[in-house]
């Protein structure tokens, strides 16, 4: 048996900071206060629903992850956030339309208690939104230490014991990491000098790291990606993930290439196109804002398929992803994909998925278990990139010079066999006889 981490209890409160409350942070704090309340379940939560295999088959143990694993319970969850435009989570949830009245109704209060605080905001990154409730500063370092005395009021009028910050706010303009954000001491030069190549996001993942806030980033935009990010992180040894929450079509791609791959079936083009009417889809209708997304969207089928090993069976894919903004469907986004694959001496195929899916039912799950594993990270004294969490990403940040891993199942044993080292127990290969 592997030695156990020593992780400290989840005693206390844990509090979860979103900046952005919105359709996914709404949606994700009303799933929880209900699930408290015994009038929802958890579905989509792997903390709260899934089991894991201990030790060999015929032991036959196979218990809640979180009967093993010292994760903070959810009658322990205190939620707040900042938004440049929804005052409350109840004005954010009814504004997303994603829960019925009836299902709020019972929630209104509680939701209406959490009240955004004022945002650090900047139109020029996000071009379709207003904001209204916006910090003003003398400079962006003044912005900063701004959200640092707001992280640390919450701490103390909350009654927190640990915090994590879970970004869901919308995605940025897109951006190229440049030389402000070559270190901590460039990026701090950065905010006095009010560089402009430092984005709201930017300022909000620093605030963090520098209040020993863990971080993972749910949008696509650049925030923790970077080694100034990566350096203060280390230094203040706290745990960081991202990036692109993966919900809807990427999920489905994760699950449906491993298995082409498996099989051997070649792959000519996969065409995605998505119509959804959320203030997500009003915001990636700019096509700056859209890039963002489309590169986090690209980047998951040639690292499934290793082109490179298999030029023959996936050497000229036609990997197209759209994004139209198509009001009437709000929240219930429509994914099509068309798959052109071929099989056996080369004889063509095609595969239609029709994802009526619904984006923030999705998302609001992950946002719980990213908070509950990153607390868990810290207790167990876990610092920087937190790769075990790539199951949760679309563009999963890798530690440390290697590839991304985007196979779900791959992604799913890696998180598992983490869990299962830090408690002491032997990793699950199905190598056994
Ligand atoms: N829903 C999904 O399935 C999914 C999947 C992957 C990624 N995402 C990303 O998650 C994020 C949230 O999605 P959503 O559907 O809740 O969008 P949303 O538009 O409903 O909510 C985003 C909120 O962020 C606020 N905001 C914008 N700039 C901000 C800033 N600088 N500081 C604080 N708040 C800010 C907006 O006012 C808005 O209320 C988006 O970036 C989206 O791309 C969502």
Redesign the pocket.
């Given at each position: 048996m592997p030695d156990a981490l020593e992780i400290a209890p989840a005693t206390g409160k844990l509090g979860i900071l979103t900046?952005?409350?919105?359709?996914?942070?709404s949606t994700a704090y009303a799933g929880v206060i209900a699930t408290r309340r015994g009038l929802a379940a958890p579905v989509g939560s792997l903390t709260q629903m899934a089991h894991m295999r201990l030790g060999r088959r015929e032991e036959g143990r196979n218990p809640l992850i979180r009967e093993v694993v010292p994760l903070a319970g959810l009658d322990d969850l205190v939620f707040g956030g900042?938004?440049?435009?929804?005052p409350n989570a109840l004005e954010?949830a009814r504004t997303?339309g994603v829960l019925t009245s009836e299902d709020l109704a019972p929630l209104s209060s509680e939701l209406e208690g959490i009240v955004a605080m004022p945002?650090?905001?900047d139109q020029r990154w996000?071009k379709k939104?207003d904001?209204v409730r916006v910090k003003t500063g003398t400079d962006k370092w003044d912005l900063a230490q701004q959200v640092i005395a707001d992280i640390e009021r919450f701490r103390v009028e909350e009654g927190c014991d640990r915090l994590v910050m879970v970004w869901?706010?919308?995605?940025e303009a897109y951006q190229e990491p440049s030389e402000v954000h070559a270190t901590v001491e460039s990026f701090e030069a950065g905010l006095r000098a009010d560089d402009e190549n430092i984005a709201?996001?930017q300022i909000?993942a620093y605030a963090a790291l520098v209040s020993g806030v863990p971080f993972a980033n749910?949008?696509?935009n650049l925030s923790i990606d970077l080694p100034c990010m990566q350096e203060l992180a280390a230094r203040n040894g706290v745990p960081i993930t991202g990036k692109?929450?993966k919900?809807?079509q990427t999920l489905m791609k994760t699950i449906l290439a491993p298995g082409f791959k498996a099989r051997m079936l070649g792959m000519r083009g996969w065409y995605s196109t998505n119509i959804l009417g959320?203030?997500?889809g009003e915001?990636?209708d700019d096509p700056e804002n859209f890039k963002t997304?489309e590169v986090s969207k690209l980047g998951v089928l040639d690292t499934i398929l290793q082109p490179e090993v298999y030029p023959e069976l996936y050497g000229h894919i036609d990997h197209v992803v759209r994004i139209n903004y198509y009001p009437p469907r709000g929240?219930n986004k429509e994914g099509w994909d068309n798959i052109d694959i071929f099989g056996w001496m080369g004889y063509p195929m095609q595969i239609k998925v029709d994802f009526l899916c619904r984006?923030?039912i999705?998302?609001a799950p992950i946002v719980l278990d990213l908070a509950l594993f990153l607390d868990l990270a810290q207790r167990a004294g876990q610092s920087g990139v937190q790769e075990w969490l790539s199951f949760y990403w679309?563009s999963p940040q890798p530690a440390g010079g290697v590839p991304p891993e985007h196979d779900i199942f791959i992604q799913q044993t890696k998180l598992k066999n983490t869990l299962r080292a830090w408690i002491g127990e032997e990793p699950v290969t199905h190598a056994e006889d």
């Open positions: 900046p952005g409350v919105g359709a996914v942070a900042w938004d440049p435009i929804s954010a997303a945002a650090v905001f996000v939104l904001g869901c706010g919308s995605t709201p996001s909000y749910g949008a696509p692109d929450f919900t809807g959320n203030r997500d915001v990636l997304k929240d984006d923030s999705l998302a679309k």
